[in-house]
């Protein structure tokens, strides 16, 4: 008797129940999927990550004694999808069974889902072992705001706790101590890249015309393809990157492309790494170096992946598909063309798009303040923004680049990731960045040609958003800082504001 077990390319998870001891009757599939390099425009560097991580996961998994067969996409372009891949499989091996593991995106356990319909076998589905709540947390958790949800999961988990199961160093969060900005002369470490060699990929999707975006040196791929290269990337975050990482966690500079950022997105979200592994390697590095790295520096990286990354996935199954729907600021405008070239005069949106197409990776605070911010200020539909954001990044997989593009960068949703938008003028970003001193735009002035696009436009998405924004109790401070300006002032800004969106594409 065959059973077919399918893995998709982001269930790299060695660890797996599946995987513990190789059976003759079991017969894994993996496949390079046309489907899946085209329901968006990627980055060539994902592309090229994703098949060559494909690639030696499948091979370890034979070299350990596992049937694989592996479908290049030399291979599988005679398949229309993925469905009619496997029924082919199915029906070549005679399988008596089929197997898959949750898929992490609505589109593809909706098409499994549909395709075990059709089929006259038992179909089983197995959890992916990754994640460290299920997929329906949403409804096991009280509360739906995410500083109690990761409290809850530090307890569950016991995570940065006192015996008696209190917050270490007596708060749950650091992030007031997270803001600091970047001392000018400061000697950013390098960043620890990978060289591995992908040109017989790169040829590969040559030969089948495959549509990408961004640059890559496929004969050096920096990016992490299997779990050593993971390993040793979380190794080098640990020794040289965290005991500043929670410091200049919200930190820009035109000087370096990832800071203290760890970079571990993609080895997590194809599960090369598995978060609690990262999150104890985390807490026990912390703990045997505690005079260097200090409580706030660890905590801070915890957060994010025990906090966020959870709360996301949580939020995106329990909200899906009308998620994807939302836009609740009825945002219209076209995506500017620099989105796809970084030619623009504005420094900081420049940098950040520029060094995203170079290395396929922008950091938190350059996703969400800079390139995410100026969308939400002039007003891009999070239609064909989430397509950026889900083609261009290396880690960029829905149900973690949705909520995050869709709700805490855009409040598409309303307010379910966080209480108030995420807009700001070019006062934050010159606070937080290096970047104004360089820029043709000046920060400082408010309205009038030359003037930050960032300060006027924030000011005209405040104003055209009153009748939604107005009650909010955390805006009320900046509509009543907006009320006390002078109104032949306001009325300036709202025209620099006009000019600016009038000719967004060529700014
Ligand atoms: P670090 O700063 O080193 O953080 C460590 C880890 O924490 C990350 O690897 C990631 O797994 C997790 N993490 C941090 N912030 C978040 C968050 N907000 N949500 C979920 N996990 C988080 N992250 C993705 O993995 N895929 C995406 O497609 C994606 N799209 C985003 C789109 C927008 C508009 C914004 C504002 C954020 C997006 N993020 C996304 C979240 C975050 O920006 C990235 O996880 C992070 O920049 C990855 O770099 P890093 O590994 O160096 O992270
Ligand atoms: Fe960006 Fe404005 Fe600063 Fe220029 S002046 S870098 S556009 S915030």
């Given at each position: 008797m065959t059973q077919v077990r399918l893995i998709l390319g982001d269930q790299l998870n060695a660890s797996h129940s599946w995987f513990q001891l190789p059976d003759d009757d079991v017969l894994f599939v993996m496949a390079e999927l046309p489907q899946e390099t085209a329901y968006v425009v990627h980055h060539r560097q994902k592309v090229l990550a994703f098949f060559a991580a494909m690639r030696r996961f499948a091979s370890a998994l034979e070299r350990a004694g596992h049937r694989v067969r592996y479908f290049t996409l030399d291979d599988s372009a005679a398949y229309a999808d993925l469905p009619e891949l496997l029924r082919r499989v199915l029906n070549e091996t005679s399988a008596e069974a089929f197997a898959y593991q949750w898929p992490d995106e609505y589109r593809l356990d909706q098409q499994l889902a549909d395709f075990a319909r059709t089929l006259d076998l038992p179909v089983s589905v197995a959890d992916t072992e990754h994640f460290l709540t299920a997929r329906d947390a949403w409804e096991h958790y009280s509360t739906h705001r995410m500083e109690y949800f990761y409290r809850a999961l530090r307890r569950e988990y016991q995570v940065?706790?006192?015996?008696?199961g209190k917050p270490l160093g007596g708060q749950w969060n650091f992030d007031a101590d997270n803001r600091a900005r970047l001392p000018r002369e400061a000697a950013l470490p390098e960043p620890l890249v990978f060289a591995t060699d992908v040109t017989d990929i790169d040829q590969m999707l040559d030969r089948h015309d495959v549509q990408t975006l961004g640059v890559a040196d496929p004969s050096a791929l920096l990016w992490p393809v299997n779990r050593a290269q993971s390993r040793e990337l979380l190794q080098y975050f640990l020794k040289h990157l965290l005991p500043a990482f929670g410091r200049y966690q919200d930190a820009m500079t035109?000087?370096?492309?990832?800071?203290?950022?760890?970079?571990?997105s993609f080895s997590l979200n194809t599960k090369m790494l598995h978060p609690l592994e990262v999150i104890r390697a985390a807490e026990a590095h912390w703990q045997a170096n505690q005079a260097q790295i200090t409580l706030a520096q660890v905590e801070g990286f915890i957060r994010q992946i025990l906090g966020w990354r959870e709360y996301v996935r949580a939020l995106y199954w329990h909200h899906m598909p009308d998620y994807r729907q939302r836009n609740h600021l009825s945002a219209q405008r076209p995506l500017p063309d620099y989105y796809w070239t970084g030619k623009t005069d504005m420094a900081c949106m420049a940098h950040a798009i520029g060094q995203s197409l170079e290395y396929a990776y922008a950091h938190h605070i350059q996703r969400l303040m800079v390139t995410g911010n100026f969308a939400l200020l002039a007003g891009v539909h999070p239609d064909v923004l989430d397509d950026w954001y889900l083609g261009i990044y290396i880690d960029a997989i829905e149900w973690v680049e949705l909520p995050n593009t869709r709700g805490m960068s855009q409040y598409a949703d309303g307010g379910?990731?966080?209480?108030?938008?995420y807009a700001a003028s070019g006062q934050y970003v010159n606070k937080m960045s290096h970047?104004?001193?360089?820029?043709?735009?000046?920060?400082?002035?408010?309205?009038?040609?030359?003037?930050?696009?960032f300060n006027s436009l924030y000011w005209h998405f405040l104003n055209r958003h009153r009748d939604r924004l107005g009650d909010n109790p955390r805006m009320k401070l900046v509509y009543a800082n907006w009320d006390r300006q002078a109104p032949a002032q306001r009325k300036d800004v709202l025209a620099t504001a006009e000019v600016y969106l009038a000719r967004l594409n060529t700014l």
């Open positions: 940065l706790l006192d015996d008696d035109p000087d370096g492309w990832s800071l203290y950022h760890s970079r571990l379910l990731m966080g209480s108030k938008p970047y104004c001193k360089t820029c043709a735009y000046d920060v400082k002035a408010k309205s009038g040609e030359g003037s930050c696009p």
